[in-house]
């Protein structure tokens, strides 16, 4: 880093930028000019790295995307960032596949495919010996296939137990809960034949012939008498995607937010990727996961909470302070699906979320109130409304519940979600009063029919 310590007058002067005459980012007001701090072959060189780049991403975009986020494997919020714009270009994301799966990101079918190294607890010689069985016969037919060919000093349970979690052998088997349980019992089984196989004595369908990795016999092999627990059923959807960020460091099959549909954009207009844009003081809603929760105590001995939060667009760090705190830690669990109410901070160059209020989101009931096209357009039946909700909202701190407007034509449905003023306390007292009123009013909860 250069220390400037003293400036000097040095006359007019013509300054170029990449050849360009009088155009210059670095000359500065009174005659002065910063000479020479960014020379043209330096800018040359990342003008054109950057035209390479993006016709890279323009005309090759599943390898670039696959190369870009093998690049940043390590950097959790940029990979969540690039496997966003992967979604926004329509580019799917699987998760690591036993059969398929190499060691990074990889392009395939029109598709980007997890690589083993991104999963925990898989370490690079359970990979190469994985890659190496895979290679050397045909693909895996079985949890017990797989752990009969592998050497089960590189791969260990705590590994396979970490691939069949995060989905790696859903193409063989997609009951993962049962997959656990059979690894109980595969995993001896297979330790076993190692063994013998190592003294030489063989079993007895190995000597009838049963297997032969000449042969694709393999459905009177040795595997068909593998032990198996009794039949379990799997894991419930949000275990399962629990179990995959745990392992992944994100969900991949399938997001826990993504099943709220598309009523969501209508409560939060932003997403937590736009929190930065946001002027400080405004009123703000997200609907978040919530991912950790760091209890702190402050100078006076009061608590409060630093929370990490997710959407479908990025991660970012979220504050409780004392007050709010002692109203809603209850609800503050990690994994839980939360909507939450509160404005924007900038603080040391950072971004944060200060809540002033949470809710579960399968707690939230939203007022849903019918207006046709005539109504819509009339001022009067507006300010009719306005009045009937401003009247029964409640306690204006506590009102948090939004008020959907239904615009119901021949040929069309469209849903207006109303201004934070005209939130709700008790959904049940508004929409009585707007019945009573001639709305067609009615509640609905915000997961669920």
């Known amino acids: 880093m250069v220390k400037i310590i003293t400036r000097k007058y040095i006359g007019k002067q013509n300054v170029y930028d990449i050849g360009v005459e009088?155009?210059?980012?670095f000359a500065i007001k009174n005659g002065l000019i910063a000479a020479n701090c960014f020379n043209?072959?330096?800018?040359?060189?990342y003008g054109y790295v950057t035209y390479q780049t993006a016709y890279l991403k323009a005309n090759y975009p599943l390898e670039?995307?696959?190369?870009?986020?093998?690049?940043?494997?390590?950097?959790?919020?940029?990979?969540?960032?690039?496997?966003?714009?992967?979604?926004?270009?329509?580019?799917?994301?699987?998760?690591?596949d036993i059969n398929r799966s190499g060691v990074d990101f990889t392009p395939t079918a029109g598709k980007i495919l997890f690589g083993f190294s991104a999963v925990r607890n898989v370490g690079q010689n359970a990979i190469a010996c994985i890659l190496e069985a895979r290679n050397e016969a045909e693909e895996f037919k079985s949890l017990a296939n797989f752990c009969d060919r592998i050497d089960l000093?590189?791969?260990?349970r705590r590994t396979l137990e970490s691939l069949?979690?995060?989905?790696?052998?859903?193409?063989?088997?997609p009951n993962r809960q049962q997959l656990i349980h059979d690894l109980e019992l595969v995993y001896d089984w297979a330790q076993s034949r190692a063994?013998?196989?190592?003294?030489?004595?063989?079993?007895?369908?190995?000597?009838?012939?049963?297997?032969?990795?000449t042969t694709n016999k393999t459905a009177n092999n040795a595997f068909e008498t593998a032990p198996k627990a009794k039949p379990v059923i799997d894991f419930p959807p949000q275990e399962k995607l629990r179990m995959e960020k745990e392992l992944l460091g994100f969900y991949v099959s399938d997001h826990p937010l993504k099943s709220l549909g598309q009523i969501v954009p209508l409560l939060t207009p932003i997403n937590l990727s736009q929190l930065g844009e946001q002027r400080e003081e405004t009123k703000l809603c997200a609907v978040v996961m919530l991912n950790g929760v760091k209890k702190v105590v402050t100078k006076k001995g009061d608590p409060m909470a630093i929370l990490q939060i997710e959407d479908l667009t990025t991660q970012t760090e979220a504050v409780v302070f004392p007050k709010i705190y002692e109203r809603i830690s209850s609800l503050l669990q990690v994994d839980t699906r939360l909507i939450i109410w509160g404005k924007v901070d900038r603080r040391d160059e950072q971004t944060q979320f200060i809540i002033?209020?949470?809710?579960?989101?399968?707690?939230?009931?939203?007022?849903m109130v019918e207006l046709n096209p005539q109504q819509a357009a009339n001022i009067e039946e507006l300010h009719r409304l306005k009045t009937v909700l401003q009247d029964h909202s409640g306690d204006k701190e506590k009102a948090k519940m939004p008020v959907i407007g239904i615009i119901q034509t021949e040929n069309s449905r469209k849903l207006v979600r109303l201004g934070w003023q005209f939130c709700v306390q008790d959904t049940r007292i508004a929409v009585q009063a707007l019945q009573n009123a001639r709305f067609p009013a009615h509640i609905k909860p915000l997961i669920g029919n």
């Not at 043209?40 to 060189?45: G, I, L, P, Y």
């Not at 093998?70 to 270009?89: E, F, H, L, P, R």
């Not at 000093?153 to 260990?156: E, F």
């Open 153 to 156: 000093r590189a791969v260990n």
């Open 64 to 96: 670039y995307m696959a190369a870009l986020l093998t690049a940043n494997s390590g950097d959790t919020d940029k990979v969540q960032k690039y496997i966003t714009n992967c979604t926004n270009m329509g580019i799917q994301i699987d998760p690591p």
């Open 164 to 173: 069949i979690k995060c989905g790696a052998f859903d193409s063989i088997e």
């Open 22 to 25: 009088r155009d210059h980012n």
């Open 195 to 213: 063994k013998d196989r190592a003294t030489g004595q063989g079993n007895l369908f190995d000597l009838l012939g049963g297997f032969s990795t």
């Open 356 to 367: 002033e209020d949470a809710e579960p989101v399968e707690t939230v009931q939203m007022v």
């Open 40 to 45: 043209k072959s330096h800018s040359t060189a």
